[in-house]
Structures are given as C-alpha cells and as structure tokens.
C-alpha cells in the first residue's frame, strides 16, 4: 500500500477562498483522522471519522471548517471562507483500530492563507 | 483537560551517546502511549506502541517505556546516529483521543 496519500501539498490562497484538502486513507483502515499543526498549538485533533461516519467533530474550530468522508477511500477537509489564522499544516491518519492501533500519517498539506 | 509535556524541548548531541526523551501527561489515566518521528517538512511515522497491558516496547535501538501511576514516559535512544535527527512526539489517550506533546527536537552531529 503507498500508505496514506493527501492533496495537496502546498496550497497557497487568500483570504475569503475556499480552500479543499484532500485524503485517501491506507486500504482496510477503519479509522481517519484530520489533524493540524502549528508552531503555537502544535498537533490538534480536528475530526475523525469511524467506517465513513464522523464520531468526534468537537476539534473543528469554527462553522467555516467542515469534512466529509464520502467513501472508504476518500475524505475532503473544506474551509470556506479561508482566513489567515487558518494557516497551518494539515495532516490526515488513518488507524484499523482506535487508539490501540498504529497511527499512519499522511505527509501533510501546508496551506498559507494571504 | 489533559495536556503532554516533553522535556527537553530540544537536544543536540554527538553521534554515539545515548539519549532519554520525556513525557508526561496531566493526567496519568493513560490507557495506551505511542512515540512518533516527524522529519522536516513531513508527517509523522509511528515508532513505537506501547497498548494498555504493557510498560515498555522495543524496537531495534529505541526503547519506551510507561509508568501510568506518574503518567510518565521515557524514550530511549541507544547509539545516537546522525539520522535519528527528527523531531519526537508522543502522544497517549484516555478517552477516545489521541493528545499530542510539542516534541523534542533532536539533533545529532558527526
């Protein structure tokens, strides 16, 4: 498996734009998670997701931030309207088990909000 | 609310000594602990795991290990070689989460 593969990489956009990110989880794994990690806040867990249905969304930091998991394969973290505080890097994970399984992270997306 | 402290924020070694990374959480009530490395401008890989029923985990020169009476855990490295220069996170649940300490930044020169 090419393990946990997100989209893009850099995404540089300004204020007011929507913004996409994008995650295909490693194949069998039950569990994904969005996380995002700044110089302040470090690594913060925004939402995850258990067989394509979201159990913890309490991380997500205001309404413009929302996530869909449409298939086992596929997931999309969307803020819309983007602000420059949202600038970061955002990782997805995915595990087969909760917690009691390895955690398998994606390379990241780092996005710059202008 | 449970917040992971990991001491020494950073670290700059040479090469052959052998190194402790600590971590401590708030709340001891961990149920399962795991160490991550992330290298510049990449996520994080998974080194080890250490599950409710254990105290510590080996892997190669890396050993971890768990005291849940302190909720504190300590990452061994053995033999420090220029490429375990990365960042060391861990990170330990209690409920359904996963939270996340601020790293040790490690560096180990020739």
């Known amino acids: 498996d090419a393990g946990v593969i997100q989209s893009p990489r850099h995404e540089v956009t300004e204020m007011g734009q929507e913004v996409t990110l994008r995650c295909k989880p490693i194949?069998?794994?039950?569990?994904l998670f969005w996380y995002r990690q700044t110089m302040m806040r470090g690594l913060e867990l925004l939402i995850y997701f258990n067989n394509n249905v979201p159990i913890d969304d309490s991380g997500m930091p205001e309404d413009r931030f929302s996530a869909k998991m449409p298939n086992a394969s596929f997931s999309t973290l969307k803020i819309q309207p983007s602000e420059p505080r949202d600038s970061a890097v955002y990782f997805c994970?995915?595990?087969?088990?909760?917690?009691?399984?390895?955690?398998?992270f994606g390379e990241g997306s780092r996005l710059t909000v202008l | 609310k449970q917040e992971v402290t990991q001491i020494p924020a950073a670290l700059s070694v040479p090469e052959g000594e052998n190194l402790v990374l600590n971590c401590s959480f708030t709340d001891s009530a961990i149920y399962n602990l795991q160490w991550f490395r992330q290298d510049p401008g990449k996520g994080l890989t998974s080194l080890l795991l250490?599950?409710?029923?254990?105290r510590e985990q080996t892997s190669g020169r890396l050993n971890a290990s768990l005291d849940k009476s302190s909720g504190r855990s300590t990452l061994y490295i053995a033999a420090s070689q220029p490429g375990d220069s990365a960042t060391y996170l861990c990170?330990?649940?209690?409920?359904?989460?996963?939270?996340f300490g601020t790293g040790t930044r490690l560096q180990v020169f020739p």
């Open positions: 250490i599950q409710s029923s254990q």
């Open positions: 194949s069998g794994h039950d569990y």
């Open positions: 994970a995915s595990s087969q088990e909760i917690n009691t399984g390895e955690l398998f």
């Open positions: 990170a330990g649940d209690n409920t359904d989460k996963l939270i």
